[in-house]
């Protein structure tokens, strides 16, 4: 491999982390905030390493705490900011972020999930799937996008910067230890050579460039009535939200009888299953939420009308089948669960359990 | 080739299974093929089995890690154990069959940060006009500064003379071939070589890239260490070959 750019679309064969440093200074990211963990450490070092070509800062704080708040100051002062985390660090960053939702502060968050609770594995899981998508102490405002692919990681690491400065809430990636360490090809690019449109930061406090003044933000309210306010306020702008930036990815559920219903890198398992099952002639659908907050329950409720039986795989224990069982609230299709807490899924699982079914 | 070719190779922390499954991951790459390489790793610092899981194919490769290996290379006796559950019936199976076991890690080291007892390591020499492989072996760490080893012997052998991996421990699969990679690369090459001929033997088995294809990708990867020794170079395609000739004569 010669030497990567951006200046021209590029096939390049790197690990998870390294995409990841690549696709913020593809989103034109100013300032890294982090603390160290595995397995998400190298994108901290791609990012440190590429910071002096590109122009870029990182500031490494005492720990995750700290590095969530140092990301919140960073993107009130209107720079495009971020930071990446796993696991335990993930837990600590939750009160940051519950920050940004009630602030409406874009900030960015790269997960790469391990295996928890508590330190547990530096290796992999989807156990992160519950506190990312609802981690704070508040209604879960927030942008959570589940990959699966580098290509992926590459897409939506842009994608969130784009979502986060558009809409003004905290926007997570969701990757995982696999996601992270493996090694595979992806094409990187120059977003803005594509026509991707870069959001532009701007100041949150202080005067705007168009000097209007915003002084005020606040995360402390005296009355009950006066947060109610503003709570719905965001609520109905999330809504609002939503619709726009939801996605999922659904295949041959029209006339399947199963359907594999999958998040994140499982996905890849479970699409290699559906293959394989589809050529032995069984009808079976496959079923993927991209963004996991907002869920896509309508298009779920419209993908299995057909289906008896939802297979859902995953590795942690029930939080996909939570969000699922949420949306499908009132539907008798039977779900069938496979948990593999920490655990990775492999194709060859997924179809001996359909085969179970 | 419809298929995904899966690759698993898993040795003794430091035998180098990790480095050599990455250039064949990139080799593939570069050769136009869709190619996927993750390690395991864990929170160990020394010691203990590294498996590296690499998958080549012509169309979109799916989960990163799979049950069972098409090619599988085992490298220690620990590592036959711990790759059971890649081993099926269509599987072919490599081992070394050299007369060795793990090396020990005394409990002197406990606490101690990984760089103060990793070097000196008794493969660490490398070939050199300066230094013949003959010399290396016998003082393996002449070519390094001698103040990183000096004072108490470290600990990092990762293989020692031993009764080598039991025949019986061996799964039922579809083909087993032994090679005696470790004796040859102390014996003809260099200790340090050993995870070439692996990685020759490697592309013999899955032919689904040339040799000329790895021996480009190890130009790229050991441009530096080439450049200035040039011996080097020869030593590893002559591993390369070695290894990979091994395995075409066994199959």
Sequence with gaps: MGEVSLSSEQRVFMTGNETVAWAAI???????????????????????????????????????????????????????????????????????????????????????????????????????????????????????????????????????????????????????????????????????????????????????????????????????????????????????????????????????????????????????????????????????????????????????????????????????????????????????????????????????????? | MSKTIKIALAGEGGQGVQSIAEILAEAANEGGKQALYIPNFGVEQRGGVSIAYVQISDSQIGAPKFQEADILIPLSGRAVVRTKMHAGKDTIYIYDNSLIAEGEVGDSIVGMQYFDVTPPCPTAGEPSEKYSPETTVDKPNEDLQQDLIAGEPKTCSFTRPGPGIDPAEIPQVKKVIAIPANDIAKNELHPRVFNVIILGAVIAATEVLPLEAIEAALDVKLADKFKNNPQLREMNFKALERGYNLIKSAM
């Design chain 1, 26 to 357: 593809a989103a034109k990211a100013d300032i890294m905030y982090g603390y160290p963990i595995t397995p998400q450490n190298e994108i901290m070092h791609y990012w440190t390493r590429l910071m002096p070509k590109y122009g870029k800062k990182f500031l490494q704080t005492e720990d995750e705490i700290s590095a969530g708040f140092t990301l919140a100051g960073g993107v009130i002062s209107g720079a495009k900011a971020f930071t990446a985390t796993a696991g335990p660090g993930n837990v600590l960053m939750q009160e940051s972020a519950s920050m940004a939702e009630m602030m409406r502060l874009p900030a960015v968050y790269i997960i790469q999930q391990r295996g928890g609770p508590s330190t547990a594995t530096v290796i992999y899981s989807q156990q992160e799937t519950t506190i990312t998508t609802f981690g704070g102490n508040g209604e879960g405002h927030r942008i959570v996008f589940s990959t699966s692919t580098h290509q992926e990681l590459f897409d939506y690491t842009i994608k969130a910067f784009n979502s986060a400065w558009a809409y003004r809430f905290p926007t997570f990636v969701l990757g995982d230890g696999y996601q992270a360490k493996m090694r595979e090809p992806l094409t990187i690019y120059d977003p803005e050579q594509r026509g991707i449109n870069l959001v532009k930061p701007e100041p949150i406090l202080g005067i705007r460039p168009n000097g209007s003044k915003f002084t005020h933000l606040r995360n402390t309210y005296n009355t009950e009535e006066e947060l109610y306010k503003v709570v719905m306020a965001n609520q109905a702008e999330w809504e609002e939200m939503a619709k726009k930036v939801v996605e999922w990815d659904s295949r041959d559920c029209e006339q399947a009888d199963v359907i594999i219903l999958t998040h994140g890198v499982v996905s890849r398992a479970a699409l290699g299953a559906c293959q394989q099952l589809r050529e032995q002639g069984h009808k079976v659908g496959y079923f993927r939420p991209i963004t996991l907050r907002p869920f896509p329950g309508e298009q779920l409720k419209a993908a299995i009308k057909q289906a008896k039986k939802i297979l859902i795989a995953e590795s942690s224990y029930g939080q996909l089948v939570k969000l699922v069982e949420n949306a499908l609230y009132g539907s008798t299709v039977e779900i069938v669960p496979m948990l593999r807490p920490g655990l990775g899924i492999t194709t060859e699982e997924i179809v001996d359990e359909y085969n179970k079914l």
